[in-house]
């Protein structure tokens, strides 16, 4: 694809709604902020922004579309790769063949999780090189590796829901008893470290790395959770931090998904009705409507923006500096 040039057009086409829910949010979220729509309706359903500042641009993925995508003020939209996911004809037994979530690993990589491959891969920006890093735990293949974060030691966390598939729970390709929260660590060994969720998705870490954030996908339990770490990596409990199940009751559109913490330690969160900002302790701040079901967000490297991937768009709004 050739890259579109911004235009001025593009750039200030606002959507959705900002609802303030609490004056905290007044020292996060500027007066007059607004969500910008930077790309048409072009995705199947996009994922996984993450922001890389040395290339001065956004990836993210389309999942169903099987493409990772770039988005910069200079260039516009771009190609990166395609497939991200899996390669060649796509079995009928596929939902979605695309790389999910993404993160950074260095300037000139990004860890992934592979649907399509069924697995966590790291791909070299440069050469475009894909490398498989998990692909089974105690001899099962993954179901569809979702969304990872990682940490500062080198260890990734990374969830397994069956999204990937057709069929979900009932896919006849689906080995693994359980829809898990998983510990990459350095020396390739996986560990699961939750198995009683029905629908893993979002994953991030404080900024202390001593908490991790697991969001639940399931619109009976729409759930943020967070688990205390030791310094051995695993979880020692877990505990609710916020319930949005009556908002998805309600009809409010999308589910708990995606989410990204700022360094003094408040959240955003995709879930129904758009991205909420939250406290630390989980109290609502905010909620950013972009008009759709929002599947993710990402954090600027200074903190003054986010970045939304909005079903079939994506979008951003700008934060105060701090």
């Known amino acids: ?45 996009s994922e996984g ?26 260039e516009g939209l771009r190609i990166v790769l395609k497939p991200s996911g899996l390669a060649g004809p796509v079995p ?23 649907h399509g491959n069924r697995a966590i891969a790291r791909l070299d920006l440069t050469t475009m090189k894909k490398t498989f890093l998990a692909q089974t735990f105690e001899g099962r293949r993954f179901s569809s590796p979702n969304d990872l974060v990682r940490a500062k030691n080198g260890r990734v966390y990374f969830t397994d829901p069956p999204y990937g598939l057709k069929g979900g729970d009932a896919s006849p390709l689906k080995e693994m008893e359980a829809n898990g929260v998983y510990l990459l660590r350095t020396d390739d060994s996986v560990e699961r470290i939750e198995a009683g969720l029905t629908r893993p998705n979002g994953v ?39 319930d949005l199940t009556e908002m998805v009751r309600a009809g409010e559109p999308g589910l708990p998904d995606g989410l990204a913490v700022t360094r ?46 909005s079903g079939p768009f994506l979008a951003r709004m700008a934060l105060k500096p701090r």
Do not use: C
């Not at 609490?22 to 790309?39: H, N, Q, S, W």
């Not at 129904?272 to 008009?291: F, N, Q």
């Open 1 to 45: 694809m050739k890259a579109e040039p911004l235009t001025a057009e593009r750039q200030f086409r606002s959507v959705g709604s900002i609802e303030r829910l609490d004056p905290a949010a007044d020292a996060i979220i500027p007066d007059g902020a607004v969500v910008e729509k930077l790309t048409d309706d072009l995705f199947g359903w």
């Open 49 to 74: 922004p993450v922001h890389m500042p040395e290339r001065g641009e956004v990836l993210f993925t389309d999942v169903p579309g099987n493409t990772l995508y770039g988005w910069s003020e200079e």
């Open 92 to 114: 009928k037994a596929f939902r979605e063949p695309g790389a999910n979530g993404l993160v950074a690993d260095g300037q000139d990589a990004v860890l992934m999780g592979d």
């Open 204 to 242: 991030a870490l404080s900024p202390d790395e001593r908490v991790l954030y697991v969001s639940q996908s399931d619109p009976d339990a729409a759930h943020l959770y967070a688990y205390d770490l030791g310094t051995d990596g695993r979880p020692s409990g877990r505990r609710l931090l916020l």
């Open 264 to 309: 003094d330690g408040h959240l955003f969160l995709a879930g129904p009705g758009g991205i909420h900002l939250l406290s630390p302790e989980g109290k609502r701040l905010a909620l950013v409507r972009t008009g759709t079901a929002a599947a993710n967000v990402a954090l600027t490297e200074d903190e003054d923006m986010i970045y939304i991937t």
